[in-house]
């Protein structure tokens, strides 16, 4: 997979740099500082890590979400390292959550509405291994609340769903440039084009989910 992000829109070509227009950092440990007692965490991938990140910050009941890397068999994987497609990681995100205020179902909702999971190895426009859909769960019960999901949807769409579901085995936080990307490149390119529109679809189609401040 190359490390650039391109797509056509339209009849007209637009070439749209993404993570790699910028330098890479060091990596530094997944944060704890914002985790209060009663915090839970649960691991996602669904496409680029700055869209997946901001759709799930903008829910009720969710503290944070941290782009990184999740699902591969090599340690301390780099952005460079899993653009190859050879590490087995996908671009995930560690959502930091309060269960009383918004349930693992509820974010398995979430999880699903707002990425095209019935697309193998890929989210329009980035495909590759690394952008592929996967649900983690960390015990049985997650477990069930995942593949209940899916019969519901196997049930419902013409085509299979693509969702690997994983055991949580390793998250490795991404360089620090990633964090809370979209938030502070608004006017970056790629943030434009897609994934500003893709959280509009989610905040649009999940009003009843959003903090009070996202209903804007």
Same mark, same amino acid.
């Given at each position: 997979?190359? %490390? /650039?992000? !391109?797509?056509? $829109? ?11 227009? $910028? ?5 530094? +440990? ?23 990140? +901001? =759709? ?20 301390? &994987?780099?952005?460079?390292? =899993? ?6 990681? !996908? ?12 349930? %693992?179902?509820?974010? #398995? ?24 859909? #996967? ?9 069930? =609340? /995942?593949? +209940? +999901? /899916?019969?519901?949807?196997? !049930?419902?769409?013409?085509?299979? #769903? ?11 936080? !991404? ?20 994934? /500003? &529109? ?19």
């Amino acid at each position: 997979m190359k %490390f /650039i992000k !391109a797509t056509f $829109f339209a009849s007209c070509t637009l070439f749209i740099m993404a993570c790699f227009s $910028f330098t890479e950092s060091k990596k530094t +440990a997944v944060p704890t500082d914002h985790i209060d007692q009663g915090t839970e965490v649960a691991y996602f991938a669904s496409g680029c890590f700055w869209c997946v990140e +901001a =759709i799930f910050e903008s829910v009720e009941g969710v503290a944070e979400a941290v782009s990184g890397y999740a699902g591969g068999f090599t340690k301390n &994987p780099t952005y460079a390292s =899993i653009g190859t497609g050879k590490t087995g990681h !996908a671009e995930a995100v560690a959502v930091y959550y309060n269960p009383q205020k918004v349930s %693992f179902a509820t974010l #398995i909702q979430v999880f699903f509405g707002s990425h095209d999971h019935t697309t193998v190895n890929g989210q329009h426009p980035d495909y590759g291994t690394q952008y592929r859909s #996967i649900a983690f769960y960390k015990t049985p019960e997650e477990k069930k =609340i /995942i593949e +209940a +999901a /899916i019969l519901e949807l196997n !049930a419902n769409y013409s085509k299979k #769903i693509a969702t690997e579901v994983t055991q949580f085995s390793q998250f490795y936080k !991404a360089e620090d440039y990633h964090q809370d990307f979209e938030k502070r490149n608004p006017n970056q390119g790629y943030v434009k084009a897609v994934s /500003i &529109p893709r959280l509009n679809r989610f905040k649009k189609k999940f009003p009843e989910l959003l903090k009070k401040d996202r209903l804007e």
